[in-house]
């Protein structure tokens, strides 16, 4: 699994979550989580953190070492919909037909 969306449901990511997932890249992260747990992202691929909230919202999640110098936090959820929207719009543009 290369990229995850976390429910807006969902108020943590507990201990160890993601622990090893070297395939993962990306993850989306609602504002509704306010806790990340201890090593939650240890040892995994992970290089893309898209952050449904304020920066200010943010900096209060309570994340417990999961340091990754490597990684890009993106605060904002205006990427996510660029992202889906390039997508919605390159699956449209394959479906219809050529206009010659």
Not at 36 to 50: E, N, P
């Amino acid at each position: 699994m290369k990229e995850i969306t976390i429910p807006g449901n969902v108020k943590s990511i507990e201990d160890d979550a993601f622990v090893g997932c070297e395939s993962l890249k990306s993850i989306s992260i609602p504002s509704s989580v306010t806790y990340i747990g201890y090593c939650a992202f240890s040892y995994s691929g992970l290089t893309d953190v898209y952050y449904d909230g304020t920066k200010e919202q943010w900096n209060a999640i309570e994340i417990v070492n999961n340091a990754n110098e490597a990684t890009t936090i993106y605060v904002t959820a205006k990427k996510i919909r660029e992202q889906e929207e390039a997508e919605e719009n390159a699956k449209a543009a394959k479906s219809e037909p050529d206009q010659a």
